[in-house]
Nanobody, 121 residues
Framework: VQLQASGGGLVQDGGSLRLSCAAS????????TGWFRQALGKEREFAAA????????YYADSVKGRFTISRDNAKNTVYLQMNSLKPEDTAVYYC???????????????WGQGTQVTVSS
């Protein structure tokens, strides 16, 4: 599976961005998709995840109520709508696929290249 993350950029405090994660390759199996982020000098951390059917959603406490994960399986694409962005959301955002219902970094099998999100104060 190959993953292509896009949609990052520079936004002001309180702004919004929508990230996309397009999957290609062997995508016929059911899998979960997660978004993770890594700020400079910090470990990669979980942000959000979604099951194959989209009926189960998982969010880190730090983004709950501000970020929304969704997917369009017809397009093999998962989205992360990020609203009310804060400077502390600044990080490289990665999408990954793996078993459904997991949120650990090491539980995901395939990773995209990352897209930079910068929130200015």
């Amino acid at each position: 599976v190959q993953l292509q993350a896009s949609g990052g950029g520079l936004v002001q405090d309180g702004g919004s961005l929508r990230l996309s994660c397009a999957a290609s390759g062997r995508t016929s199996s059911r899998y979960g998709t997660g978004w993770f982020r890594q700020a400079l000098g910090k470990e990669r951390e979980f942000a959000a995840a979604i099951s194959w059917s989209g009926d189960r959603l998982y969010y880190a406490d730090s983004v709950k109520g501000r970020f929304t994960i969704s997917r369009d399986n017809a397009k093999n694409t998962v989205y992360l709508q990020m609203n009310s962005l804060k400077p502390e959301d600044t990080a490289v955002y990665y999408c990954a696929v793996g078993p459904e219902g997991v949120i650990g970094v090491y539980e995901y099998d395939y990773w995209g290249q990352g897209t930079q999100v910068t929130v200015s104060s």
